[in-house]
């Protein structure tokens, strides 16, 4: 991770050495006293549904994950919401505009290879756009909740998917 790597205070570009922190081992600069503290970053997804129920997903043209099934869904950027974060997303992803509604899920991510984040699940529906891969995407199809390829990344799956079809109501969809 970045902070591993760090050398030099981002405030004054001091020194950094390891000292304890309200009980964790952290960087801290030499010379201002500026803590670097590890965070997730902050991320989001889109469960886009069509009329049938259908979940859109791409398959990943980059790593992590690369050729693999995914939902929509990337890092925030500073001046959006996570909701923004999911249609800027999508629309990068897909092609699709997309309207962002009910957060369905909150999810911790302390695994992803890159850094762990807070993932914002929206269940979403369909505005406006022609459905095409773009950005990171090298292919984009819809799924029956029953019939998900096996091959998925980020546990999309497990922790989302199949939660949905199990129990609908609990994510408002009766």
């Given at each position: 991770?970045?902070?591993?790597?760090?050398?030099?205070?981002?405030v004054?570009?001091g020194?950094?050495?390891?000292?304890s922190?309200?009980?964790?081992?952290?960087?801290?600069c030499?010379?201002c006293?500026?803590?670097?503290?590890?965070n997730?970053a902050s991320?989001?997804a889109?469960v886009?549904?069509?009329?049938?129920?259908?979940?859109l997903?791409?398959?990943?043209?980059?790593?992590?994950?690369e050729g693999?099934?995914?939902?929509?869904?990337?890092?925030?950027e500073?001046?959006?919401?996570?909701?923004?974060?999911?249609?800027?997303?999508?629309?990068?992803e897909?092609?699709?505009?997309?309207?962002?509604?009910a957060?369905?899920?909150?999810?911790?991510?302390?695994?992803?290879?890159?850094?762990?984040?807070?993932?914002a699940v929206?269940?979403?529906s369909?505005v406006?756009?022609?459905?095409?891969p773009?950005?990171?995407?090298?292919?984009?199809?819809?799924?029956?909740?029953?019939?998900?390829p096996?091959?998925?990344?980020?546990?999309n799956r497990?922790?989302?998917?199949?939660?949905?079809?199990r129990?609908?109501?609990?994510?408002?969809l009766?």
């Amino acid at each position: 991770m970045w902070i591993k790597r760090a050398k030099f205070c981002p405030v004054c570009q001091g020194g950094l050495e390891l000292s304890s922190v309200g009980g964790r081992k952290r960087l801290r600069c030499v010379v201002c006293g500026c803590v670097l503290y590890e965070n997730p970053a902050s991320a989001a997804a889109a469960v886009i549904l069509d009329k049938r129920r259908r979940v859109l997903l791409i398959r990943r043209d980059i790593a992590p994950f690369e050729g693999l099934w995914a939902l929509p869904a990337g890092y925030q950027e500073i001046d959006e919401d996570p909701r923004q974060a999911a249609v800027r997303e999508a629309l990068e992803e897909t092609g699709l505009e997309i309207q962002a509604g009910a957060l369905i899920d909150l999810l911790y991510i302390p695994d992803d290879p890159r850094k762990p984040a807070n993932l914002a699940v929206f269940l979403c529906s369909v505005v406006a756009g022609e459905l095409c891969p773009g950005d990171d995407a090298r292919e984009v199809a819809w799924f029956a909740l029953d019939a998900l390829p096996a091959d998925m990344g980020f546990d999309n799956r497990e922790r989302i998917l199949l939660p949905l079809h199990r129990d609908p109501g609990r994510f408002g969809l009766g």
